[in-house]
Every structure is written in structure tokens, then in C-alpha cells.
């Protein structure tokens, strides 16, 4: 199955399907107030929608008609409220934090587990630098707003620029390699302080090598995870390399129109990653229901 009770689930009926399913999950319910959607236009049986639905914090109300499903969004229902930083009198530092991090930006990812600011308060001070949220993203454990100036687009950066996670994999591995000529050198020349010096400085570069993302700010490795989703057919997400729940990876995912379509997991059965695939053909298939169309509700929501 696709969505489950324990959350969501591998997709092992190939893209087009992965597609079509993550389309219903994070297009249809995607905070609206209510959503009515037709099992018949959607080619999806009822129980899969109703999964959905509720995976996605929606409640099943009296149906707008005879061929349609109906639900109302219902967050305050379901364990686990979605994550809103407690904090009603926010210190000035942190308004300062923002402010400057905002500044001259005209596209900024904010975790408010970073922020350490509610939710209102981020849309207030973004407010005063003339940027509002074009996405949200939130389970139980962060909420993640996508900034933008005017009407900006959302887009991702690639290639090798300062401070991407390329760069930086690039730039550890470099210094390991020649860590480790160094330490060749040092053992075949029979020079101990080349030798001992290349350890010393090797062993916190391979730790650096697997932990330099954890480190980082989460806004910054929010950033750094949308930056993957950058037109590739399909990609692999490192479960781990970013240290942001499994739901907002694939919240963020589908805001780039990417779905997973399965787990990938070690020979030990360890969670790797998830596999994405990109929906290049739009889904022909919605909630259009002879004009009982879904109810508009706040836009980019999720």
C-alpha cells in the first residue's frame, strides 16, 4: 500500500503510479478547507482516498454528492498537532536573526525550529521586509515557510556554487585525498611528523565527511534539500544527510511536483533514502465534479 496507518508508505506500482497517488496526497489535500474528490475521475478505489485524507489530517464529512467523497481539514483531531514554536513573546535577538537573514534575499527557506519564532511571528517581521510565504510545510516536528519577494517562482540552485552541499563534499574529499597521499608520503619516506600530521588532521575530516550537514542550521539544510529537487528525472534523498523528517522531505518533494515510488534500504534493512521520480505529464485527473469543485483555501498550504 501506498499510505498507511503508520504513515506513508513505498509506491511498487511503477512512476505513473507514484505519480498519480502523490498527486491525490499533496495536491488535493494540501490544507483547503474542504476537499471533495471522485474516486470514478481519480481511477483510485475509496479506501485509498480515505487513507489519504486522514494521512493528510482530513476528517470524512456528508459527501457533496452521490459520486464524490468530502472531508474538511481538521488538524486539531488527529495525535501529534502540527509543530508551531511556542513562543508568544519572541526575544529580540531572534526577530534580529531573521531580519537578517532575510535581508537582500528575494527567496528564503525558514524552519521555525531554527527561527525559534511562531509562525506569526515569521510572517509578520517577512511582512515588514515586503515577503510573504509562497509554501508551508509542517508534521508534528517543524513547520518549514518558503519565503519569496513579489511573485518570484520557486526555483533550485545547482552546480558547484560556495556553501551548496557539492562544494562542500567536494572540497572534504579533495583534502582527504591528499590527507591521504600525505600519509603515503610520511610511511614510504620514513617522515614521522608527515605522517602524523596528515592523521591529525585526516580523522576529523572523515568525521566531517558524514556529519558536516547535521551541523548545519536546518534552515540552511532546508535549503540545501530543496536545492536536490532541480528538474533530474528521478533522484535519490539520503534519508539522514539533511535531519528532516521523512513527511516534510516528501511535503517539499511534491511543492517540485517530485513522489517517491520507493524505500531503499542496506543489506541490513536500514532505511538509505527514499527514490524520487519528477511528474513531467500533468495527472489528468482531479476533483472536478460537474462544478462541485474543491473549495479554495489558502494557497501553497501543506
Given at each position: 500500500m501506498y499510505l498507511s496507518p503508520e504513515g506513508i508508505q513505498p509506491v511498487e506500482f511503477g512512476a505513473e503510479w507514484?505519480?498519480?497517488?502523490?498527486?491525490?496526497?499533496?495536491?488535493?489535500?494540501?490544507g483547503r478547507p474542504v476537499v471533495h474528490v471522485s474516486p470514478a475521475i481519480w481511477g483510485v478505489d475509496p479506501a485509498t482516498i480515505r487513507q489519504a485524507a486522514h494521512d493528510r489530517r482530513y476528517v470524512e464529512i456528508p459527501p457533496a454528492g452521490p459520486d464524490v467523497l468530502s472531508f474538511q481539514f481538521a488538524p486539531d483531531s488527529f495525535p501529534g498537532r502540527l509543530f508551531d514554536y511556542p513562543a508568544p513573546s519572541p526575544a529580540p535577538s531572534r526577530g534580529q536573526w531573521l531580519m537578517k537573514k532575510i535581508r537582500g534575499k528575494d527567496r528564503v527557506w525558514i524552519s521555525l525550529q531554527d527561527a525559534k519564532l511562531s509562525r506569526r511571528h515569521v510572517?509578520?517581521?517577512?511582512?515588514?521586509?515586503?515577503?510573504?510565504?509562497?509554501?508551508?510545510?509542517?508534521?508534528?516536528?517543524?513547520?518549514?515557510?518558503?519565503l519569496t519577494r513579489g511573485s518570484n517562482p520557486p526555483r533550485?540552485?545547482?552546480?558547484?556554487?560556495?556553501?551548496?552541499?557539492?562544494?562542500?563534499?567536494?572540497?572534504?574529499v579533495t583534502v582527504m585525498i591528499l590527507t591521504a597521499i600525505g600519509c603515503g608520503i610520511g610511511a614510504m619516506t620514513e617522515r614521522p611528523w608527515l605522517l602524523l600530521s596528515s592523521v591529525i588532521v585526516g580523522l576529523p575530516l572523515v568525521l566531517a565527511s558524514v556529519l558536516w550537514t547535521r551541523a548545519a542550521p536546518k534552515?540552511?539544510?532546508?535549503?540545501?534539500?530543496?536545492d536536490r529537487f532541480d528538474g533530474s528525472p528521478s533522484l535519490l534523498i539520503g534519508t539522514d544527510a539533511y535531519g528532516v523528517s521523512l513527511e516534510l522531505v516528501a511535503q517539499i518533494a511534491a511543492f517540485f511536483d517530485y513522489y517517491y515510488t520507493a524505500w531503499v534500504r542496506q543489506s541490513n534493512g536500514r532505511l538509505q533514502g527514499m527514490a524520487f521520480v519528477k511528474r513531467n505529464i500533468p495527472v489528468h485527473r482531479g476533483t472536478d465534479t460537474h462544478g462541485r469543485t474543491s473549495d479554495t483555501g489558502e494557497a501553497g498550504r501543506f
Open positions: 507514484a505519480c498519480l497517488l502523490g498527486s491525490l496526497r499533496y495536491r488535493q489535500f494540501d510572517v509578520e517581521l517577512a511582512g515588514q521586509a515586503q515577503m510573504s510565504v509562497m509554501a508551508e510545510f509542517a508534521d508534528s516536528t517543524d513547520r518549514v515557510l518558503l533550485t540552485t545547482t552546480g558547484l556554487r560556495i556553501g551548496s552541499p557539492g562544494f562542500l563534499t567536494a572540497t572534504v534552515s540552511r539544510r532546508v535549503s540545501w534539500l530543496a
